[in-house]
């Protein structure tokens, strides 16, 4: 019964391609974000949802999408990948009910882009 | 957002009190000091939160300093599972846009 559980764990690819993960939480939560971890391991916000509406777009390029179906998942899309892009990508949630908004983070997704 | 400074990293024994002291020397009155955690390889953890009293949960204690400028968390009893980065965040939207620094590298030795 994983709260937070993101797809795939690890996702190797080309430069130049598509690709998503997908993050889908069963807390409850009305509030969902993606955060990046790069190599150096500063984690940072990438964006926010709540309740399917964006709340958060840190200067993200315009290659990255988020997409909120329901309040329950977020997925991420990738375009026309870049070597920069390498990094572990993490989808956390939390409550806006619930004041502060601790933040329940998944297992994160690896990506590598070769 | 204010900026936290932290050591880089800290060693401690097991069983024993690990004490991580963070300085928020900027911080504003409605800002709240939150402690963060991640594991090698895995996503990071919520531990505690605090304004201005003392905190405890069944994690740790958060003692902040009477002028709000630093704050020292307290794992009572580290275990060997409590080796991880320890990020202390000061933020003012009540924890939806978290900033993580570097964190203290915290190592528990049997």
């Known amino acids: 019964d994983t709260a937070v559980s993101q797809t795939p764990k690890y996702l190797v690819t080309q430069m130049g391609n598509d690709k998503s993960i997908k993050c889908e939480q069963n807390?409850?939560?009305?509030?969902m974000y993606w955060y990046k971890q790069d190599s150096k391991k500063f984690l940072k916000i990438m964006f926010s949802?709540?309740?399917?509406?964006?709340?958060i777009n840190e200067t993200v390029p315009n290659r990255f999408s988020p997409k909120s179906p329901d309040k329950a998942h977020l997925n991420l899309h990738i375009n026309s990948l870049e070597l920069g892009d390498s990094a572990v990508y993490f989808c956390?949630?939390?409550?806006?009910?619930?004041?502060?908004?601790?933040?329940?983070f998944g297992p994160g997704t690896r990506l590598t882009v070769t | 957002d204010a900026k936290t400074t932290q050591p880089t990293s800290m060693d401690c024994a097991e069983g024993r009190a690990a004490n991580l002291p963070c300085n928020h020397s900027?911080?504003?009155?409605?800002?709240?000091v939150y402690w963060y955690r991640q594991i090698h390889s895995q996503g990071p953890q919520y531990i505690i939160h605090g304004l201005k009293n003392n905190e405890t949960n069944e994690m740790a204690s958060l003692i902040i300093t009477e002028d709000r400028k630093s704050s020292t968390l307290i794992l009572p009893h580290a275990t060997l599972r409590d080796t991880a980065v320890y990020y202390c965040?000061?933020?003012?939207?009540?924890?939806?846009?978290?900033?993580f620094g570097e964190g203290t590298q915290l190592t528990v030795n049997p």
């Open positions: 965040i000061v933020e003012r939207t009540s924890g939806s846009r978290l900033t």
């Open positions: 807390l409850g939560h009305d509030t």
């Open positions: 956390a949630s939390s409550a806006r009910t619930a004041f502060p908004y601790e933040q329940y």
């Open positions: 949802y709540n309740n399917k509406e964006l709340i």
């Open positions: 900027t911080i504003s009155g409605n800002e709240y």
